[in-house]
């Protein structure tokens, strides 16, 4: 058994965010993860951190209001507020700590052009902004020497009296389960990518956040607001960054027209993520697609600012496709990519339930609504990451030690020997898997329709079924990966069960949810986030108004 | 196409030693543009599930999936099948070296983070910090990215010939790592850092034998790096615990004496004349030498010309005072 | 065929056996040596730990000899090799980078254009001259002698800097002309690892040890003898034998032979002109083995 008073589960950007505002706090703290540290998903962000910066000239209330819009008004107006004020301290914290971020010629933070905004406002570092980020803040936590508790897999969050005092954990390595208590739990698990097939996320991506506080109790919030990214890569799904074209670049159908001018005629490549997903998905189903693709071109950009600005999506092309993008136009097509739903939160990452927080892509704020701008995920997690540490670590100062009994973990080691014990049916953790990320992207995809989604609830119910039988192929204690990807499926085909939920439920077309069969925006009936809470039967909604400040409801065009 | 993937297992709770360790033979059919990740998800998932290892992103930036292919570290997700099979389609699969074995194709990276952490791996800038950021050329970022791309896969650490001789040494990657400080201009501790990295385990142990390099799928340069930090040492003028600056030092002297290197004045030049133990410590070298007549002669002749190479190297001496720095590649 | 011919300092220094031998195995496949004698050292990789432009400026001015010569420049040492090479791709990859080292070079009435070729003997040998034609000019085949190959370092990476894509076949270049000479080759893991000369002043326990594994796998491996095409390894695996069988208490006594040690042997060159007696752990072994009178 151990403790502590702030236990974070996660090691991606928002989780070492937590930590270390915790612990700068005083608080006893400790972070517990599946993976090492540096290969969380926070790594594969490419493109940048948004940040209105007042020395260099930019306003937070351009940052804050865009965002608004690109979220298509279903943002909390109070947590977007927040989030652009925060923003410029944010990046000046990072740069302190040795985020070596591009400059401009006179030394100071230099800024490239990002999707559905205005104004230059994204800080980056080439096109490795995640991983340069993600790789300072483990520096930070090593000069900090908070204890880590490095691959070790969350069973279950310790629920008593109503509120969160520890977790149950495994250590990977040994299998051996141990309860870790806690006065406070941050979750800052990620997205949960998996639920989908192809997704850009990583294969961890899996959701264990938001099930671990689903099953707690608390309200998942705008799950069905998934964002589809516009520009992966044609075969293995890889992101290609928007800073593509931040920089410049092109999206060209069969015929060789820059399409976007059709559809978003001012901000054109550059209009929000939603709008050009939706653009090219029409000019693929219109016909005038490249085997299901369209084209991104950065030719015109030159060798040079290819190589050093876009480096790392150069060596993908090279790798995966075996060509620069210097001498050719790269297939590309809307993909899975981020969830803008996730844990109901305060704008302190406080969760629904006492003791227990959620920050980063596992949390709804919201601030990204039913659309997230490019580069205000990263914002995102540095921003709540840190807010939800200094809350916690203030909540904790007059709570005493919680006492859980050491015998809480038999209650997950009998469920893990029971799904150890299963015999084996001829079916897998990986088929089932399978299966559930093809019904999403089959039905749950940018256009979305009643009977579509009706299909996709029926496939994922079939797999809950099938998963309450299946047997774990490898009954070892050491590292047995097999185990572990059992219990991430567990979560997942709920997860996939919200999301279509909430989905089917919201008649309207509003962000990245857009119903063929309920086109317009509905105001009247849908200004509204929906809460999904988990019951025997399956998700019971909710729903939940959205918070107003300045910015009245306009229609949204680029 | 039909590929077999031989794949080193390692299961720490079988009964007997030889279900512990040993080779198993996996067919797959992988598409020819698919990489050795792509065909090992496929065993794990549909072959065998027992079969261990790390892997998430498939894009080569979380740094996951690093092990062997025959022979020699690398990312699995970036490995093209077509270009790994061997003899008969087959591609071996092993663990990473240099780092214990957990499971299968697991390997225990404690030995890597603790080399990292031993190089204090986080900026310290000194004097009072700024309202804003601090102020620093694009150019000078833009050459932190090459050392920032290091993803900490461990492939460096694994085929790198000092560890596996010495694991005292801190390593290819710690050592880029102390790189991407001392060439951060934010940082106020080059002088600390450089005596402290100067000491045995440190950058003069690295043998040049640019494994690292090779292997680093990331283009970080790991050697390259090092070497940096040994002109950043001689620049300093810092004292080494090997004589690892003065040997560079007599080696320069030497080609600027005559064109070319002598050995034996090299030999003289680096400990020092009167360093008479360690001197006496190469005696029984210079002994089996000189009976075999190869003895290099302590008085060479100098190459004709030798004043053109003096003036290219004085020449190249004032470049660098001009700019301020050396002259270098893209 | 002809070569500007670059011996290296140690072949002129430290390895005398290394130049005669290499001479007269070139003048048996009628490559035609026109000796560099006034290039400097290419830095060996330690001047450009202290200062890589000068090692560029002076490696550059070697090009320029060499164009002026309108000769490919042949080598005979790895590690003069590899510096080459790397300096080579550097003043390639980036035209203005060599317009910088050109400005040194300017006043010296030197400019290096960039049109240089730089081989190794080896390469030579496996690639212009092929393993067939080596095996044809053969007299004493050395049959029955188990030769493991030790490429060096700086022969084999960055493989990209060395030329692989375009000739994959220098990678087991060592193998063919073992081969090609009737021997038998001897593969084992140490042959393209390190042998620990660099730091054998700075870290002599660590350099031995290095010495002492590859020496003794290869020997565990059934080898009579080892081949080096470097005679920095050779310095080390030959000249350090001694010292690192003393490190690790075991006997080793490996002969270590220069590339054109080996070849000459085969070729019916007399061992003398080899200067089969000038290396520090006996050869008399192979020289029975292979059926060579001792003087």
């Known amino acids: 058994m151990y403790q502590h008073d702030v236990l974070v589960i996660g090691a991606g950007l928002a989780g070492m965010r937590a930590a270390l505002a915790a612990q700068q706090a005083g608080a006893d703290t400790a972070i517990i993860t599946k993976v090492t540290p540096v290969r969380s998903h926070s790594n594969a962000a490419q493109g940048g951190i948004n940040a209105a910066l007042t020395h260099l000239g930019d306003d937070w209330h351009e940052h804050a209001y865009e965002t608004v819009k690109g979220s298509d008004y279903l943002g909390d107006q109070d947590a977007i507020e927040i989030l652009a004020q925060d923003a410029g301290r944010s990046i000046i914290e990072l740069e302190h700590m040795g985020v070596i971020f591009s400059r401009g010629p006179d030394g100071k933070l230099g800024t490239r052009h990002f999707g559905g905004q205005q104004r230059a406002r994204t800080f980056y570092v080439a096109d490795i902004t995640g991983a340069a980020i993600l790789h300072v803040l483990f520096e930070q936590i090593l000069k900090a020497k908070t204890r880590v508790y490095e691959e070790w897999f969350v069973t279950s969050l310790i629920m008593e009296d109503g509120e969160c005092r520890g977790v149950v954990a495994m250590e990977i390595k040994s299998g051996k389960l141990e309860v870790i208590t806690a006065k406070a739990v941050i979750l800052a698990t990620g997205g949960c990518g998996r639920v989908f097939e192809p997704s850009t996320n990583g294969l961890i991506v899996t959701g264990d956040g938001m099930g671990l506080a689903y099953n707690a109790g608390a309200p998942l919030m705008d799950m069905e607001m998934t964002q589809f990214h516009p520009t992966t890569l044609k075969n293995n799904g890889i992101l290609m960054t928007e800073a593509a074209r931040g920089e410049g670049g092109y999206l060209l159908n069969s015929k060789g027209e820059r399409f976007m001018e059709k559809y978003a005629p001012t901000f054109k490549e550059l209009a929000s993520r939603d709008v050009v997903s939706r653009s090219e998905q029409t000019e693929i189903n219109e016909g005038r697609g490249i085997d299901g693709c369209v084209l991104l071109d950065l030719r015109h950009l030159g060798r040079e600012a290819i190589e050093t600005k876009l480096a790392y999506i150069n060596e993908i092309a090279i790798d995966y496709m075996g060509f620069s993008l210097a001498d050719k136009p790269i297939p590309v097509r809307p993909g899975y990519h981020y969830i803008m739903g996730g844990i109901k939160t305060n704008v302190d990452g406080l969760t629904k339930i006492p003791g227990l927080y959620a920050a980063g892509e596992t949390a709804c704020v919201s601030v990204h609504g039913g659309n997230r701008l490019g580069a205000n995920s990263l914002l995102d997690t540095v921003v709540f990451g840190r807010r939800s540490g200094e809350h916690a670590a203030q909540m904790v100062k007059s709570k005493p030690a919680p006492k859980v009994s050491e015998a809480r973990v038999q209650q997950d080691e009998k469920h893990i020997k029971a799904l150890l014990d299963r015999p084996a049916n001829g079916d897998s953790v990986a088929k089932i898997r399978l299966d559930m990320g093809n019904a999403m992207t089959e039905n749950v995809q940018v256009f979305r329709n009643e009977q579509g989604m009706k299909t996709a609830l029926a496939d994922i119910k079939k797999t809950q079924e099938r998963y309450k039988k299946v047997a774990v192929g490898n009954k070892g204690k050491v590292f047995n990966t097999s185990l572990i990807f059992a219990l991430e499926l567990g979560f997942m085909v709920d997860l996939a069960e919200v999301i279509v939920a909430g989905a089917l439920a919201r008649k309207e077309s509003r962000g990245a949810h857009a119903r063929t069969d309920f086109p317009d925006r509905d105001d009247v009936n849908w200004m509204k986030h929906t809460l999904a809470y988990n019951t025997e039967n399956g998700p019971k909604l909710d729903y939940l108004p959205v918070v107003f400040t300045q910015w009245e409801p306009k229609v949204r065009s680029y | ?330 | 065929m002809k070569f500007a011919f670059y011996p290296g300092c140690v072949s002129k220094g430290g390895c005398p056996e290394l130049f005669a031998s290499a001479v007269a195995v070139a003048e048996k496949f009628g490559i035609e040596l026109d000796e560099m004698k006034g290039a400097s050292c290419t830095g060996a990789g330690i001047l450009q730990e202290k200062n890589r432009f000068l090692g560029d400026c002076l490696n550059a001015r070697t090009f320029a000899m060499a164009e002026n010569m309108g000769l490919p420049i042949l080598t005979i040492c790895s590690t003069c090799q590899g510096v080459f090479s790397q300096a080579h791709q550097r003043l390639d990859r980036d035209p203005s980078y060599r317009a910088q080292v050109n400005e040194v070079l300017k006043e010296e009435g030197l400019e290096y254009k960039g049109t240089v070729e730089v081989k190794h003997m080896l390469w030579v040998l496996a690639e212009d001259i092929g393993a067939t034609e080596v095996k044809k000019r053969v007299v004493r085949p050395l049959t029955g002698l188990r030769v493991a190959p030790f490429y060096g370092c700086y022969l084999v990476r960055p493989s990209s800097a060395l030329g692989f894509d375009m000739h994959p076949a220098r990678q087991t270049s060592l193998e063919s002309i073992i081969e090609a000479c009737g021997a038998e080759v001897v593969d084992f893991p140490g042959k393209t690892r390190c042998c620990g000369f660099p730091i054998t002043t700075i870290n002599e326990k660590n350099s031995m040890g290095m010495v002492a594994k590859h020496t003794l796998d290869a020997k565990d491996r059934g080898a009579d003898a080892m081949v080096t095409p470097c005679p920095l390894c050779h310095l080390n695996l030959d000249g350090y034998q001694p010292k690192a069988a003393a490190q690790v208490n075991e006997n080793i006594d490996l002969p270590i032979l220069h590339l054109p040690q080996m070849l000459g042997l085969a070729l019916g060159l007399d061992s003398n002109i080899l200067g089969m007696g000038r290396n520090i752990m006996t050869t008399y072994n192979v020289l029975m083995k292979v059926g060579v009178k001792i003087h």
């Open chain 2, 1 to 330: 196409m039909q590929i077999t993937l031989k794949v080193k297992r390692y299961n720490p709770e079988a009964t007997s030693e030889d279900k512990k360790s040993y080779f198993q033979e996996y067919k797959v059919d992988a598409p020819a543009d698919s990489t050795v990740l792509d065909s090992l998800i496929q065993i794990r998932e549909y072959q065998d599930e027992s079969l261990t290892l790390r892997c998430s992103c498939r894009g080569a930036i979380c740094g996951s999936c690093a092990m062997r292919v025959n022979g020699h570290a690398g990312l699995m997700c970036k490995t093209k099948v077509e270009k790994a099979l061997g003899k008969n389609n087959v591609i071996l699969v092993e663990p990473m070296g240099n780092q214990p074995v957990v499971k299968d194709l697991v390997v225990d990276m404690s030995l890597f983070f603790d080399k990292v952490r031993a190089v204090e791996p986080y900026l310290q800038p000194v004097g009072p910090e700024p309202k804003e950021e601090r102020i620093a050329s694009n150019e000078d970022m833009l050459h932190l990215v090459g050392v920032m791309s290091c993803i900490m896969c461990g492939a460096c650490v694994s085929d790198c010939t000092v560890l596996e001789m010495d694991p005292n040494f801190l390593g290819p990657a710690a050592l880029a790592k102390a790189y991407r400080f001392v060439a951060d201009p934010r940082d106020g501790k080059t002088k600390e850092r450089i005596t402290e990295y100067n000491k045995y385990g440190g950058i003069w142990d690295c043998t040049r034998c640019m494994e690292c390099v090779q292997v680093c799928p990331k283009g970080v340069d790991p050697m390259g790096r090092i070497m940096m930090l040994r002109t950043k040492a001689d620049e300093l003028g810092t004292k080494d615990y090997s004589y690892g600056v003065r040997h560079a030092d007599a080696f320069e002297d030497s080609v600027k004496k005559g064109g070319k290197l002598n050995e034996a004045e090299l030999v003289i030049n680096t400990f020092g004349f009167f360093n008479v133990p360690k001197l006496l410590g190469m005696l029984p070298v210079a002994m089996r030498a000189a009976y075999k007549r190869k003895m290099p002669s302590l008085f060479h002749k100098s190459i004709p010309g030798v004043q053109s190479v003096r003036r290219i190297m004085s020449k190249a001496h004032e470049v660098e005072k001009v700019q301020g720095k050396k002259p270098m590649p893209r």
